[in-house]
Structure formats: C-alpha cells, structure tokens
C-alpha cells in the first residue's frame, strides 16, 4: 500500500489504472474500526484499485465539537488498511484540501435542515463540500459509505446527481457490536459504565421495530416507545428522536413508504447517531430506489 499526500501524487498514482479497470474510493477520517473496514473489503472485492482517504475534515466540526480531540492514529490505520488490500491512502494535509483563500462550498438545501443538520449548523455543508472534492480528486468508478450516517448517505447521493458527478454512490450495512451498538470511532470516547448506559440506543430502534411488526403505523406512537426506553436509561440525554420519509427526509403523517427512525443521544458528553429504516411490506422498493 503507498501513502500518497498531494492530489497531483494521487492522479499520477490512479492514471494508469484507471484504463485496466475500476477505481474504489472508501472516504474515511481515519480510526478505523469493522464499519471501516467492510467498505473496505467491500470496496476490494468489486474495484481493481482500492483508494482509503484518510483526512479529518475540519470544516465539518461545529466550533465547540471534538475537531481537537477526535482520535488520529496513522500508524494503525495504515496497518488496517494494508491488511484489506488497500491499494493507495490518501492522506492530505488540511492546506492540500483547503488552500488559502479556500471559498467554495457546497450546499445541499432540504435534506440538511433536519435531524443532525438541525443538530449541528454548519456540519453537512463541511461534509457535502469535503466529499464533492474528494470524488472529483479521485474520480472513482464507485464510492463506498455506511448507512449509520444515513443523512450524510442521503445528501451525498443527492449532490452527486444534482452536480453530475460521475461514479456509483454504494450504501453499506451499519457494522454493529454483539450487543448492537452501532460501530463508532467515537465509542472510543466511552467509559465503561456509559458504554453500557449505550446499549439503550439500539434497544431503542429495537423496541420501535417490535411495535411496527405488530402493526403500529402512527408516527407518535412509534417515537413514543423509542423515547420511553432511551428515558429510561440515566445516562443518556436525548438529542433527537424522529421518523421521516427515508428518501427525502420530511415529516410523515403514517408509515406508508419506508420511514427512517433516526436517533441521537448524548452519553456523557459524547453524541451517538443510529438508525433504521421501517419498511411496509406492500413496499418493494428499496428507498434508494425511489424517485424523489
Ligand atoms: O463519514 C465520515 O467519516 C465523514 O463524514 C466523511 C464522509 C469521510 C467526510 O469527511
């Protein structure tokens, strides 16, 4: 695996493997845990060059977020990455991404104002801005991001079409612990009573998915359960429980497409994100397939 810093080394590096096949791109701010590295893999066994970005974005961290504390450690990402196959780490200084006089961003309306994007000013205008830029410095045939970050899944895919990006955008199951905590490089945050004050969080999506089985299709109800079990835990403070359109991310007034129950919740000072998406069974196609 060759670790390359500049997006002229990048080019150089992916020009002549471009004409023999496909290029994979996995964009990652590093820390790698299983989540990581199933893009990784995944990404391995359909592209014939595999690309890992590694750059902790600061334009995607609100002033008063963990920018400074977020965990960076090269040396055993490098030894993750390798070990899958990766072909090139691309590991840009933050003036190779945002040079000086750096003015352009990118803005995804709609799909930003609500859950994390209500939650955190500024965060998916840093995320659309950094991933418009990565695919157009990489131009991959296909990228690769989980469904944990099911918003941030959603906005990519939709700048990519509004600005014609070229290349696949490919959703990836969320990688869970045995208990079914959602992978995270922030678990690493957690102390071990609120790790397990965390484990209120999937039970959350678990009991609202128990009560959609049974039949349950109001919106109030649904969000009911999940806040009932997250209130239940003393450790954790909610940040945001919500059921919106899992294609365009709207309020619904009954589950009658698949719905997205979207979850935050802060333990201790830490904020984790899941999901899941609730699906009708009269509905056959997968959200992503939906025209919006
Ligand atoms: O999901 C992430 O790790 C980041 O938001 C991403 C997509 C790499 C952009 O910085």
Not at 66 to 87: I, S
Not at 128 to 142: E, F, G, I, S, Y
């Amino acid at each position: 695996m060759e670790i390359v810093r500049t997006v002229t080394e990048l080019r150089q590096r992916l020009e002549p493997v471009r004409a023999k096949g496909r290029v994979g791109l996995v964009p990652t701010m590093g820390a790698f845990h299983e989540g990581h590295l199933s893009l990784m893999r995944r990404a391995r066994a359909e592209c014939t060059a595999v690309v890992v970005s590694l750059f902790v974005n600061p334009a995607q961290f609100g002033p008063h977020e963990d920018l400074e504390r977020y965990p960076r450690n090269l040396a055993a990402d490098c030894a993750f990455a390798e070990n899958e196959g990766v072909d090139l780490l691309f590991a840009p200084p933050v003036d190779e991404v945002y040079p000086a006089g750096f003015r352009t961003y990118v803005d995804v309306e709609g799909l930003t104002e609500r859950l994390c994007g209500a939650e955190r000013s500024g965060h998916f205008r840093g995320v659309a801005t950094v991933v418009t830029k990565l695919l157009c410095m990489v131009l991959p045939d296909r990228s690769y991001f989980g469904e944990k970050d099911y918003q941030q899944l959603q906005v990519i895919r939709r700048l990519a079409r509004d600005l014609n990006l070229p290349g696949e955008i490919v959703s990836c199951p969320i990688v869970r612990e045995p208990d079914e905590l959602a992978m995270s490089s922030r678990n690493r945050y957690l102390t071990p009573a609120e790790r397990v004050s965390a484990r209120a969080v999937p039970r959350a999506w678990q009991a609202v998915r128990a009560c959609f089985a049974a039949g349950e299709r109001a919106p109030d109800a649904l969000l009911d359960v999940a806040r009932r079990v997250l209130e239940a835990e003393p450790g954790i403070r909610v940040n945001y429980v919500e059921l919106v359109d899992a294609v365009d991310l709207t309020p619904i007034a009954r589950v009658t497409a698949p719905a997205l129950l979207a979850l935050a919740a802060f333990v201790g000072k830490t904020r984790l994100i899941d999901n899941t998406v609730l699906c009708p069974e009269q509905v056959e196609a997968a959200p992503e397939e939906r025209s919006t």
